[in-house]
């Protein structure tokens, strides 16, 4: 048994560094693990609602139906940052799945949502019933470190302008749909979120965006924001910028 379990880790090993390559190269293709879990009540959260946060820990693994859901952590001097924004058909709370862990995560919700939720045991127990869905949630675990590991990366090495224009192509390849004209369209969020995002402010923020408005490589209005991602991607690339591999599906959707 303890030979069987060391070769199961080693495997596991070489499995995440195939990913990590496979995503590098051509990036992760994402596949949808609902049809691997078993069907749970929906629930329903109001716009601005605490889904959790350090003092109502994530219950487990929750997958986005509708709307849209802010993860953010909180830094040891209280300041906070999002992490990401989820989407349709986004997981999130998987941090969970590690254990009973203090975690300074928090889930908000930005519109009103509706969600799923599997415990850690219950998913545990379907992996075994499902072996794929486990394949599936590692492959979903890589890309968010990979993911993760870019933005990092962006905030220590760009700066604000270059950010906000690498946030917005990462929204458009995350959620964008695209349009006849090439823009890609997201559900519009507000100035304030962005910054939160971008790590910086929400007079930054607007500053830029006008910038890029005038530009013609976002439209935006209260209810979406079209973005041409195609001339994004080119911009970047004129400034010697490397676009991280999960952004670049959004420059060749909308580039047709």
Known sequence: MESEMEYSANECRAMFRTFEMTDKMTSLRYENPLP????????????????????????????????????????????QTVVRIVRREGLFGESSLIGPLNRAESAVALDNVTLMLWSRNEIERQVEREP???????????RQCLGLQDRIESMAVHKTPERVMLAL?????????PMPDGYLRVASLTHHTI??????????VTSQMNRLRRLG???????????NAQALHDNLRQQGISVPHGAKGAAQEGGG
């Open 132 to 142: 794929r869905l486990g394949i599936v949630l590692a492959r979903y675990l890589v």
């Open 217 to 227: 490589l976002v439209r935006y209005s209260r209810g979406h924001i079209d973005i």
């Open 169 to 177: 192509l990462q929204l458009a390849a995350d959620s964008g749909a």
């Open 195 to 204: 910054a939160e995002f971008v790590g910086t402010s929400r007079e930054i």
């Open 36 to 79: 691997y879990l078993p069907r749970r009540p929906v629930q329903e959260h109001a716009k601005s609602r605490i889904i959790y946060d350090v003092q109502h820990p994530a219950a487990g693994l929750y997958l986005l139906i509708l709307g849209c859901v802010k993860i953010g952590t909180t830094a040891n001097d209280s300041g």
